[in-house]
């Protein structure tokens, strides 16, 4: 499904035309024909995706003459709502997500009504009386919405090159958020590539009245946390309840995602998307399930493969060659509206693909589990350095000074090359961001490391920063992924009541005794194997290899030549990085940015651009 439109220009008759070229580039999210609705000065188009039933089709925008709600995305706790929602008086006349959101926004108010809403969702709703446009998104960003403001107006789209078709926003691309992806692996969550285009945060709604617009935050991570609950000790009955607990959090969640025709659910064998496998085979048989085999790669197949005969579902492969993804990757890049983050990017896309083939539009994804209940081994890793610096002469305990605690925000991000800077790029570093990253640290520290041990603080904070701009990008990248197909990626392990439930959880439930999601694998054991409970976490991933054959693009390329890099130093980085003196995933940034700036700063074709990178392959092999 997709939203575009604009409000406050003048000339609204005469910009028919705008709001046609706008839903043109959103036409893969949904059907190639979209409905268009106006009122007062705003103007939006809407469009859901093949497939969707009557009610969803008829009610993706509501209202009448005082409001009108544009909603994009699943309520699922819609029938709650409903039945508050008529106690109190309210009447609906079509039981839909849509019909369900204009009501609670009508008797609550936005800010009351987004609270209570649990799901993924972004919408517009314009009231007349108070001449006021407000744009949503869910608590964690699963669905996407941008504006832009402009001479008083705004313009708002699920994606940005929607935005990028009005006449009043010129394509500039933000050299600073360029720079962020670059050094810190990430933006912030309302930063774009593009100047004057921004996210609506997560966890937020945004007010447009007279030309001005204001943000209000419903949902933070670091606010929702108890620190009451945290410092609990482990014991092997609390952990039998909690491990209860969140098993019927799961299946209730994945049931919730499964009310929509025909559903797909990629496979990687990990216990994240196995243990989805499992309650969508309680509930719904007849799901198929996506795998990834991927040329020179590491390999996924015998686990995705073992879980699949070991429930009785049926596996779908989608081989991926290494041409595959040259041919592929300025496309993918090109849904993203960004450089790509991460280098699983190939296989979602090219799952989403294999399942619009087979007629799915809808597809569950095991994203959220590493980052919900502590998977990833920086998190543990943190801690190692943490001691490590705390055993150095000179540190103590947790420092207090602000430039303290970005040093130990350094530290604590293990991708950042441990070395002495001096303040003044400290102070660059900690700012080029906005200061974001550096802010929510401090936050998170001040309230919890009174309360646990160092090493749990540590880890704590750790986990908690990546359920903001990790989560985000994550998020970004499987809805692109998805909607470049028509298919929309449901995250079941991004439910509300599981978030709420996770916040809260103690570190000795996520890390214990040298292992990682120790409550998730209390509960994946109740209905997998130990093999795949407890096997290494590999992934979807590529072939590093193929990343070289970008290197004739960079080379005098836009990138080195945006940075002012001087000649010698480009070619000390590029033969590093072709004989893999540097990290392949530094080559994959690098490569991005230059397909990104290319595609979107120069009008080239994403098409030419995968024909010349294989023609490097096949013409020049020793790249």
Known sequence: MCIGGYYGFNAQKAMTDVLTNMMEQLRHRGTAHYEA????????????????????????????????????????????LQEILIKEGSVLNKPSDTETALCAIRQWGVQAAVARFNGMFGFV?????????????????????????????????????????????????????????????????????????????????CCFQQGKMRQIIYYDPIDALDVSLLSAKWSRDREFELASQLDAL????????????????????????????????KNRPDVVLYTADVENARPELIKAAFVAKRLKLPLHVTQILEDDFLKGWPSMIRHNEQPSFFRSDLAVYHLTKACRQDGIRTVLSGEGGDELFGGYQWYYGACDIWSEYRASPGNGTFPHTPLKYFALKQILNTYVIKADVNAARELCDMYLDGGEQYSRYIRLFEKIAQILPE??????????VDWYD??????????????????????????????????????????????????????????LPDLIVNSTKLGFSTNGDAYRYAIPLLRGGMLTQLLKVGRHLEDTVLEKAATGTYNQYLLYQLASAELFLRIYGDGQSPQRLGEILLENKYQSPTV
Request: charged fraction near 20%; include cysteine; aromatic fraction near 10%.
């Open 470 to 527: 990790r989560m985000s990008q994550l998020l970004h990248r499987t809805d692109r992924m998805g909607m470049a197909a028509s298919v929309e990626c449901r995250i079941p392990y991004l439910n509300n009541e599981i978030l709420d439930f996770a916040i809260q959880l103690p570190v000795c439930y996520k890390y214990k005794d040298g292992k990682v999601k120790s409550l998730l694998k209390q509960v994946g054991s109740r209905y």
């Open 125 to 205: 709703y314009y009231d007349s009386h108070g001449q006021e446009l407000w744009l949503a998104r869910d608590r964690l960003g699963i669905k996407p919405l941008y504006y832009a403001v402009t001479g008083g107006a705004i313009v708002f789209a699920s994606e940005i090159k929607a935005i990028l078709q009005h006449p009043y926003i010129g394509t500039s691309i933000d050299t600073i958020s360029l720079l962020s992806y670059l050094s810190h692996n990430n933006i912030d969550r309302i930063w774009t590539m593009f100047k004057g285009i921004e996210a609506v945060m997560p966890g937020a709604v």
């Open 37 to 80: 609705a106006a009122i007062d000065a705003m103007s939006v188009g809407y469009s859901c995706q093949p497939g969707q039933s009557a009610v969803a089709r008829q009610t993706i925008c509501v209202g009448d003459q005082s409001d009108l709600l544009v909603f994009d995305g699943n309520l699922y706790n819609q029938l709650c």
């Open 455 to 464: 090493e749990q603080t540590v880890y704590l904070s750790r986990n908690i």
């Open 250 to 281: 799961l299946e209730k969640s994945v049931c919730s995602a499964l009310k929509d025709g025909a559903v797909g659910l990629f496979c990687s064998g990990g216990i994240d998307s196995s243990l989805l496998c499992a309650y969508t085979n």
